[in-house]
């Protein structure tokens, strides 16, 4: 029975760590600030073009001026948009929409509660090893088992969520906003080889490549 809690317990933990922790260390070491009126105006308007809605908003103060960073934290009803102040500043309306689209989507297809449970199902399994409930052979196949089934869901997630961006905003204007900041960072969207089959996360250049397809099919 205690093992069968201190079980749960890890993976209650291991979930919450995925889930709310960027959050958390967002709001305690980031430099962040509330928007001004007009960034607030600008940014309900953009949200409501992309279908982005969220509990709060955060502008993320940067020392580097073409820093360009959107992403939403924390579980639902809880959920906060980070962004720097350049995606304001400096980024074209279009692209600022395909950014916040592409991030709705994976509001709306749960991507980050199915990262998180990914993980804790794994943690799971791994201490369930280390106490010695499973047996160490069947615990390692079903790590493995459970590792590739969480490759490929989530990259199915991912490009639903890319899909619903798609519905929301046009295909095009998601796959350019991807490749806009891209080229603002200095780096080329890369596609995938046999070492990105172990990861959650399709290559970007895969996700513009699907995008484009979509919008040629359209």
Request: hydrophobic letters at 50%; zero cysteines; a negative charge.
């Amino acid at each position: 029975m205690l093992t069968a809690a201190f079980l749960l317990g890890v993976v209650v933990i291991a979930f919450l760590a995925v889930e709310i922790g960027p959050l958390y260390a967002a709001d305690r070491f980031r430099d962040l600030r509330e928007p001004t009126d007009p960034e607030r105006a600008a940014l309900d308007e953009l949200r409501r073009e992309a279908g982005l809605g969220v509990d709060r908003v955060a502008i993320v103060a940067t020392s580097a001026p073409n820093s360009i960073d959107v992403s939403v934290e924390g579980p639902p009803r809880r959920r906060v948009l980070f962004l720097t102040e350049s995606v304001l500043a400096d980024l074209e309306e279009d692209v600022a929409v395909g950014l916040l689209a592409a991030e709705a989507g994976r509001v709306e297809t749960y991507y980050g509660e199915f990262r998180a449970l990914a993980v804790a199902v794994v943690v799971g399994i791994l201490a369930a090893i280390v106490t010695a409930t499973v047996a160490f052979d069947a615990g390692f196949l079903s790590l493995v088992a459970v590792g590739m089934a969480s490759f490929w869901v989530g990259r199915r997630v991912q490009y639903a969520a890319d899909d619903r961006a798609a519905d929301a905003v046009g295909a095009d204007r998601v796959a350019d906003a991807f490749e806009r900041v891209a080229e603002r960072r200095g780096v080329e969207p890369e596609t995938g080889d046999w070492s990105t089959w172990f990861e959650v996360q399709p290559p970007l250049g895969d996700r513009i490549a699907a995008l484009r397809r979509r919008a040629d099919g359209d």
